[in-house]
Every structure is written in structure tokens, then in C-alpha cells.
């Protein structure tokens, strides 16, 4: 019930082209789903979060895609750049329980010249 | 404003040793956080505290681990002894405990303490 899973576990995309993780879950009770990029030697930061009431969200080049009934979601970045090159993590949180982060396993993406 | 802060930034210990690690949270953040992150997975929360109360240890290996957060501010993650299985890197983060412009409480990470257990 607390887990979250993510794919793929690495990805390799080319400058410009568009970069798509994807995660599942399964505690229905999850209502805040935020995504968190990892820098080497750096810890997790926010990056984009959507609500489950809401089917998109975009922020730059980074969109988020909801799919309630299928308890899915990803994370579309556009046009990647090489400065994109990190791990990329899902999560979820139940916002009237302790905040508590759940993680998916995490993608590291490369994204080539 | 300053990040979390996170010391010592790597540490390498045998086994059975016993290891400390030292966080700052972002001043004025109520709540505190420890995950564990081993390499290839994605952050595991072992402890939370609310000002200078545990809110959630339920995966905080007791017999081995320990933490505190004296006086509401700084916190100690301990582990006595280590075993191998406790290579990992140790996060701290913390949020302010109140609803930001996101409508949410953001945690913010610290860089990390790498633990290597030989």
C-alpha cells in the first residue's frame, strides 16, 4: 500500500528530444505527488509536484501527467538539455498524515550532446 | 537562506564501529527529517521530529540507530555498531510544518552524509 514504482531506471535521450518517467501507485490515499531532482554529491529537490484533483500540470519545460483512475503518473521533459542529466525521483504523500515522502527508485537520465 | 547543513560529508568505518552524523536544519523549520538512500534506490525515512518530538520512527532500525533533536534546532543521527548493509547515503531534510505557496509543507535536503561500513 506505500509503495511507489518507478521506470524505467535509466534513460538515455538526445539534446532537444523529450524525456519520459513514468510512476505507479498504489495507496489511494496519496494526495500530493512531487518530483525531486538529484544532482552527484547533491541532496533531492523539488522539482514540480501536481494534486490528484488536477490532470496536468506544466512548468517550463518540465509537465507532469495525472491519471487518477489508473493511479499513474509522469514526468515529460521537453526539449532536454545536458544540464537535464540527473536522477530523477517520484514520490507521493498523504498531506493529512505526517507529511512522510514516499520515493519511487529513481531515473537516472543522461541526456547526450 | 541558508540550506540544511549536513556534516561529516563522507565517512568510512568497519563494522560493529559506531558512527555519528550531524544536521542543520533551515532556521525557523519545525520539522526534521532522516532518510537513508542506498545507492541505486530511491530515500528511505528512518525518523521525523516535530520541533523536538518523534513524530515517526517506524523504520528506524532501534536496536542499532538512534537519533535526537535537542532544543528543537540541530539533530544526531547515530549507529552503534554498523554493519555492511548500512553503507548508504544519510539525507536530512526539513520543512516549515506550514502550508507554502505550493499548498504544501516542502522538505528541503541537505547534501547528504556518504557512509561507506568495510
Known amino acids: 500500500q506505500q509503495q511507489v514504482k518507478q521506470s524505467p531506471q535509466s534513460l538515455i535521450v538526445q539534446k532537444g528530444g523529450i524525456s519520459i518517467i513514468n510512476c505507479a501507485y498504489e495507496?489511494?490515499?496519496?494526495?500530493?505527488f512531487p518530483w525531486y531532482q538529484q544532482f552527484p554529491g547533491k541532496g533531492p529537490a523539488l522539482l514540480i509536484a501536481?494534486?490528484?484533483?488536477?490532470s496536468e500540470k506544466k512548468e517550463g519545460r518540465f509537465t507532469i501527467s495525472f491519471n487518477k483512475s489508473a493511479k499513474q503518473f509522469s514526468l515529460h521533459i521537453m526539449d532536454s538539455q545536458p544540464g537535464d542529466s540527473a536522477t530523477y525521483f517520484c514520490?507521493?504523500?498523504?498531506?493529512?498524515?505526517?507529511?512522510?515522502?514516499?520515493f519511487g527508485s529513481g531515473t537516472r537520465l543522461l541526456v547526450r550532446p | 537562506e541558508a540550506g540544511v547543513a549536513q556534516s561529516p560529508r563522507y565517512k568510512i568505518i568497519e563494522k560493529r564501529q559506531s558512527v555519528a552524523f550531524w544536521c542543520n536544519p533551515i532556521s525557523g523549520h519545525a520539522t526534521l527529517y532522516w532518510y537513508q538512500q542506498i545507492l541505486g534506490q530511491g530515500p528511505k525515512l528512518l525518523i521525523q521530529?516535530?520541533?523536538?518530538?518523534?513524530?515517526?520512527d517506524s523504520q528506524l532500525p532501534k536496536d542499532r540507530f538512534s537519533a535526537e533533536r535537542l532544543k528543537g534546532v540541530d539533530s544526531t543521527l547515530k549507529i552503534q555498531p554498523a554493519k555492511l548493509e548500512d553503507s548508504a547515503v544519510y539525507l536530512c531534510?526539513?520543512?516549515?510544518?506550514?502550508?507554502?505557496?505550493?499548498?504544501?509543507?516542502?522538505?528541503?535536503f541537505g547534501p547528504g552524509t556518504r557512509l561507506t561500513v568495510l
Open positions: 495507496n489511494t490515499a496519496f494526495d500530493y
Open positions: 521530529f516535530q520541533n523536538n518530538g518523534v513524530v515517526d
Open positions: 514520490a507521493a504523500i498523504r498531506m493529512d498524515s505526517s507529511y512522510k515522502l514516499i
Open positions: 501536481i494534486r490528484p484533483d488536477v
Open positions: 531534510a526539513s520543512s516549515p510544518r506550514r502550508k507554502d505557496k505550493l499548498n504544501t509543507d516542502t522538505q528541503y
